[in-house]
């Protein structure tokens, strides 16, 4: 069975900072899809990224950047200069392949940018 | 894009009534519908698989009776909470694979928050 840790529940930081959101996953296959989620105090789950297991590459996008390292089993977030808007609860999450989406997710880190 | 509609957004219920929960996809066919389950503070917890046409596969420890999963369309599966009591308020929020030229990507529905009084 797979297994998501975000072994990080709360973290506050002071706008303008950058912030680093922890992911560690567990699944015995080789083939896997990760995801991350943020998810505002109304609800819905927004989509920011999707990575495969063969793609090592890590990505930039805009003020989040993603660290993809299979050695430690970890996909990481980072967002820089972080700002208000980017107070939310984010969910790193993983499926094995598509045609089999049923998501595992990790407990969530709720982020708190101080103004 | 394509969009998983889900509906109600809020819904305030008596206890012991049944409430129902409709996800619908505006734009493919929706062959398979996740419906997840959030307690307050909690993650998402994957409570039951749909197939269009055939009946819905449920994790364990989740109640088929209770929750009802009907998915008759290619384009709508709903959830209907028998019986609810207030240890049902939770949010509930479906997710479809895309399908066709959406494929490789998952749309989730809006969500839904349920309070049972």
């Known amino acids: 069975a797979q297994k998501v840790t975000q072994a990080q529940t709360e973290i506050s930081v002071v706008e303008k900072e950058d912030v680093t959101l922890d992911c560690v996953y567990e699944t015995r296959d080789t083939t896997y899809y990760l995801f991350w989620y943020k998810q505002p105090p109304s609800g819905e789950l927004v989509f920011l990224i999707r990575?495969?297991?063969?793609?090592?590459q890590n990505e930039i996008s805009g003020r989040y950047s993603w660290n993809f390292q299979k050695s430690t089993s970890s996909f990481n977030f980072t967002i820089t200069a972080s700002q208000v808007v980017d107070s939310a609860v984010y969910f790193c999450a993983l499926i094995l392949n598509f045609g089999n989406e049923k998501l595992t997710f990790g407990t969530g880190t709720r982020l708190t940018i101080i103004p | 894009g394509a969009v998983v509609s889900q509906h109600p957004s809020r819904v305030i219920c008596k206890s012991g009534t049944s409430v129902k929960i409709e996800c619908r996809s505006l734009d493919f066919q929706a062959t398979t519908m996740f419906w997840y389950r959030q307690f307050p503070k909690q993650s998402l917890m994957l409570m039951a698989t749909s197939n269009e046409g055939s009946k819905a596969t449920y994790e364990q420890g989740v109640e088929k009776d209770k929750f009802l999963i009907n998915h008759a369309s290619l384009t709508l599966s709903t959830l209907t909470v028998t019986s609810a009591h207030p240890e049902d308020s939770s949010f509930y929020i479906c997710?479809?694979?895309?399908?066709?030229?959406?494929?490789?990507?998952?749309?989730f529905g809006e969500g839904s928050w349920l309070t049972v009084v």
């Open positions: 990575r495969n297991s063969f793609d090592e």
């Open positions: 997710s479809s694979p895309g399908a066709g030229g959406y494929g490789n990507t998952i749309y």
